[in-house]
């Protein structure tokens, strides 16, 4: 091979950019360097990979488009054999590209980058936010080595290993009538104004809820943040239903209370997911050991609602004459 895997990274930066003075801006280095790395590419190949276009930057051919995604999959795998590699003297040492589940970041994402940074402080983390079908395609493209994110949004050939699994529960305005319940069921929520998380397999979950109990949720607004979401609930617009219940959910400081629901609901498996090629990487095996403990520590306990069995034995509900 003539040339070398810093040309290599030189020419995917161009491709990224767009503009080899982005590039080189990225790099930190020369645009001569970039361009250098962009025509020993194109006479080893024999076929022009760039187009320069006045005014728009560089423009990849139908080949450099080709060979740009054979560049960025060779330099993914060699990122990940120099980390084997440097792990090999001791613990798990690189770059770990990391996605996470927007709704849920603030709430899990501390304890396991907290855990992280004790256990393997070589590892530098790269995050990244998204809902889940956008994570989903990360992990299929390798652009991220794990994800943190609901299981049902994967497909069936991602690696998985759960964290912890998440019963919906509803938000309620302090003033709604059944603010003084100790549980909700869905039949007595279905005609209320409903405040529902407008983000890809976020909305076909929580009213796909209803509609296998042949119920239709009243919606009255949309948003795609979780914390607009609670605010609106506080402000009287509606409830809600979400799957994770952070500490200053049930302080009720918050202008809502939260309430478990009653039923057989699906329940969502959450944990990290990671594609199969990369299940013998040093950093994806860190984390999995992270992973290990906090759930044989139930780190993560804190976050989830208990169930109506659960709040029956709390407050001497009777569920076996509780109509669902």
């Not at 976020?202 to 943040?225: D, I, M, P, Q």
Request: charged share 20%.
């Amino acid at each position: 091979m003539r040339f070398t895997i810093k040309q290599m990274r030189y020419f995917d930066a161009a491709l990224r950019n767009g503009s080899i003075a982005r590039a080189a801006e990225e790099m930190n280095i020369s645009q001569s360097s970039i361009t250098a790395a962009i025509d020993l590419i194109e006479q080893t190949i024999g076929v022009e990979l760039f187009r320069r276009v006045p005014a728009k930057g560089i423009l990849p051919t139908p080949t450099g488009a080709q060979v740009g995604q054979r560049v960025a999959s060779f330099l993914e795998q060699a990122r990940l054999f120099e980390s084997d590699l440097m792990s090999l003297t001791g613990d798990p040492t690189g770059t770990l590209r990391m996605a996470c589940y927007a709704p849920t970041a603030p709430y899990v994402l501390p304890p396991i980058l907290k855990r992280i940074a004790q256990s393997y402080p070589d590892i530098r983390i790269d995050l990244t936010e998204g809902d889940m079908i956008s994570i989903d395609e990360l992990l299929k493209s390798g652009a991220v080595d794990v994800a943190l994110t609901y299981r049902f949004a994967l497909p069936h050939d991602r690696f998985f290993a759960p964290l912890f699994k998440a019963q919906p529960w509803a938000i309620l305005p302090e003033n709604s009538p059944l603010a003084q319940a100790e549980t909700v069921t869905l039949a007595q929520l279905a005609p209320l104004p409903m405040i529902v998380l407008d983000l890809p397999g976020a909305t076909e979950y929580f009213l796909g809820l209803f509609e296998a109990r042949g119920l239709s949720a009243n919606v009255v607004h949309r948003t795609k943040s979780s914390s607009v979401l609670r605010g609106l609930v506080s402000a009287q617009f509606g409830y809600s239903i979400l799957n994770i219940c952070g500490p200053s959910d049930r302080d009720g400081s918050a202008g809502y209370v939260v309430r478990p629901l009653v039923g057989m609901l699906e329940s969502p498996v959450f944990g990290v997911a990671y594609a199969a090629p990369l299940q013998n990487s040093a950093i994806v095996r860190a984390v999995l050991r992270t992973r290990d403990e906090l759930v044989a520590e139930g780190a993560m306990d804190h976050l989830l609602m208990p169930t109506v069995e659960e709040t029956a034995l709390n407050v001497g509900i009777d569920t076996e004459n509780t109509v669902f």
